[in-house]
């Protein structure tokens, strides 16, 4: 049972270079989520997506675009990377409901130069 | 800005002493919940408190919620070398769909 899977672990990209962060689930949840962790800030929601098909803006959403392309994928896309970018990126998932927890994947380390 | 904040920022205990960890938060919840992270891994869930209850348990964890107040602590018994980690608190803040996190505390349990 993998959970939730993020691809890739580590990225070093140049100011400007795109590049399109991949998440997956197999545990059939509606919900899924992409977070950044910065040093001393805690966790900040970029977008989430409540169902296939929907996806709405979190805290911190300008630079990123999202893709929910079915229920199991929720991809994140920096289209042209800033230094401020550089980050922790965390996807999540989580069932339907209000009392449910969320499963994180492992991270990608994302650098940009 | 961060729905939760959680106090202190660090903390560092003797194996076997007792860690507790606060969170305030700004708006109505759903519930509440507290998630550990070693370094350089993904969040992991601890324990989640729904907004009607006061207090739960599992295991060494203790959790409290006091809506008045807008604030929870998380209480580790009898710590081990391997809590050492951070710990979060998030709120649900509407109908399930938004997890907003808070800073985290770091904590280090000491052998």
């Known amino acids: 049972n993998a959970g939730v899977t993020q691809t890739p672990k580590f990225q070093v990209l140049k100011t400007g270079q795109s590049m399109t962060l991949q998440c997956a689930q197999d545990m059939n949840h509606n919900s899924m989520y992409w977070y950044r962790q910065d040093p001393g800030m805690g966790l900040r929601l970029i977008y989430y997506?409540?169902?296939?098909?929907?996806?709405d803006k979190g805290e911190v959403p300008n630079g990123y675009n999202v893709s929910r392309l079915n229920k199991r994928e929720f991809s994140l896309r920096l289209e042209s990377a800033a230094p401020s970018q550089t980050s922790v990126y965390f996807c999540a998932s989580a069932p339907s409901g209000i009392y449910t927890e969320a499963f994180f994947g492992q991270g990608t380390r994302l650098t940009v130069v | 800005s961060q729905q939760g904040e959680e106090d202190p920022q660090a903390l560092s205990i003797q194996e076997g002493e007792n860690a507790t960890m606060n969170c305030s938060y700004k708006t109505s919840i759903n519930n509440l919940q507290w998630y550990r992270q070693n370094s350089g891994r993904g969040l992991v869930h601890l324990i989640l408190i729904r907004s009607n209850e006061r207090e739960k348990h599992s295991g060494r964890l203790r959790v409290t919620l006091d809506t008045s107040k807008k604030s929870s602590s998380l209480l580790i018994t009898a710590s081990r070398a391997a809590d050492t980690a951070s710990y979060f608190c998030?709120?649900?803040?509407?109908?399930?769909?938004?997890?907003?996190f808070g800073e985290g505390t770091q904590l280090t349990v000491n052998p």
């Open positions: 998030a709120t649900d803040v509407a109908s399930g769909s938004r997890l907003t």
């Open positions: 997506s409540a169902s296939e098909g929907t996806t």
